[in-house]
Each structure stands twice: as structure tokens, then as C-alpha cells.
């Protein structure tokens, strides 16, 4: 079966970094989404990854390892308004997008 | 960027009433919409595919009878749930898709809906 896993809730401190990891299981591969998601909002796009490497965007980076089924996303600079619901989508073969059940962050002053 | 707006953003409903919810695509023509929901806590569940002109694809255990979506221009999207219950109240959103690639999806606020 396709399963995607990540943490379901992380907190962290204002003004530090933070990784969310994802692991995936998919039948084939067409690129890993991170969507960012306020509580009561739907989801904004924050990165695509469909190369192994590092991709950065000011305070955000997401990372890809395919032969390991593995991403992170990194937040910089964390502010308060960055307290959400991280969530992690994987596009299959067919094209159609297998998300994960999200990772709740929460920044503590 | 690409803007989609939903409407209503909330609706409260009596069970055994029809519900209707649009999806609009404001400065792009979507080829593709695409209905999710989510109950809460829970990740988006992918209900169906639509593209404009044809049928909807439901994923599995999807009642296409019970909720209806209608693509009828390349901006809009309609998701009727029909003889609504209370286990449908939920929070259901659409994205639209550029076509030109296919990871652009964008998604609309959403609409809450309480069946009573």
C-alpha cells in the first residue's frame, strides 16, 4: 500500500530552526509537495522536490533523498505566525497526490 | 498567482437537504478541479477528479450519486452533496490545476459544512 508518515505535532521555540521529516511508500514517483496549512484554512503550497538535493526559499528549505523515501522541511527564523499544520504530499505514478496527515508545529515564545 | 475561490465559505444545513458548493478558478482556466475533505485532525482525502466538459473520476468508496460535480466551464467547478447527513458535515475543499504543469495545484479557503 502508499503510506506517507511524519510526526503529528513538534514545537519549537521562536527565532530557532526546525526539521519536519517525512518517509514515504508510494507506487512510483513523481514529486514530494510540502503544503502549509492554518488551522480552519486550506492548504498553501511552500515547495516541490523531484531531484535528491536541497531547495531553498528564504526561510524554508525542503530536502529530497528518493533512494531512501525520505524529505524534510526546514524552517529558519521561526516566527510565531509559522504555527501550523505541515503537510506532506507525495504524487504517484498516476499523477495523483497521496498526502500525509500532517505535522502540527507549535511555536512557543 | 493563481487565485480559487470557494463559496459558501459555511453553510449549516438540515439532514436530508442539498447542499451546493462552488468552485471557482478567478485568473486562470483550469483544466483540471480537483473536490477534497478533511475531517478533523485528518489528512485531505482526495474525493474525485473533474475535468471540464466530461464526467468526474470518484475515488473509491466515493458515492458519485451522493455527491455531484459538475465542471461545466474551465472556472468553475460544482460539488452538490446530495441528501445530506450529519457524518457529511466536513471540511471540503477544491484546487484547480493549470494543466501546464502538473504539480500546480491550487486550492481554494474551503467550506465548512454543519449538517444539523
Known amino acids: 500500500g502508499q503510506n506517507i508518515d511524519q510526526p503529528t505535532e513538534m514545537t519549537a521555540t521562536e527565532g530557532a530552526i526546525v526539521q519536519i521529516n517525512c518517509t514515504y511508500q508510494t507506487s512510483g514517483f513523481n514529486g514530494l509537495f510540502w503544503y502549509q496549512q492554518h488551522a480552519g484554512e486550506a492548504p498553501t503550497f511552500l515547495s516541490y522536490?523531484?531531484l535528491d538535493g536541497l531547495e531553498e526559499k528564504g526561510r524554508f528549505s525542503s530536502f529530497l533523498s528518493r533512494s531512501k523515501g525520505y524529505s524534510y522541511l526546514l524552517l529558519k527564523e521561526l516566527q510565531m505566525k509559522d504555527s501550523a499544520s505541515y503537510l506532506c504530499a507525495v504524487m504517484d505514478s498516476n499523477y495523483q497526490l497521496i498526502w500525509g496527515a500532517g505535522t502540527k508545529l507549535i511555536i512557543k515564545p | 498567482g493563481a487565485v480559487v475561490s470557494q463559496h459558501p465559505s459555511r453553510v449549516i444545513c438540515k439532514s436530508g437537504t442539498s447542499v451546493k458548493i462552488e468552485c471557482r478558478s478567478l485568473?486562470?482556466?483550469?483544466?483540471?478541479m480537483f473536490w477534497y475533505r478533511q475531517f478533523p485532525k485528518q489528512s485531505l482525502m482526495l474525493m474525485a477528479t473533474?475535468?471540464?466538459?466530461?464526467?468526474?473520476?470518484?475515488e473509491q468508496g466515493v458515492e458519485k450519486d451522493k455527491f455531484l460535480i459538475n465542471h461545466a466551464s474551465l472556472t468553475l467547478s460544482t460539488l452538490t452533496v446530495t441528501s445530506a447527513h450529519p457524518e457529511d458535515s466536513s471540511f471540503y475543499i477544491c484546487?484547480?490545476?493549470?494543466?501546464?504543469?502538473?504539480?500546480?495545484?491550487?486550492f481554494g479557503p474551503g467550506t465548512r459544512l454543519t449538517v444539523t
Open positions: 484546487s484547480a490545476s493549470l494543466g501546464t504543469e502538473l504539480y500546480e495545484q491550487y
Open positions: 522536490n523531484v
Open positions: 485568473d486562470f482556466q483550469a483544466t483540471t
Open positions: 473533474s475535468n471540464e466538459g466530461s464526467k468526474a473520476t470518484y
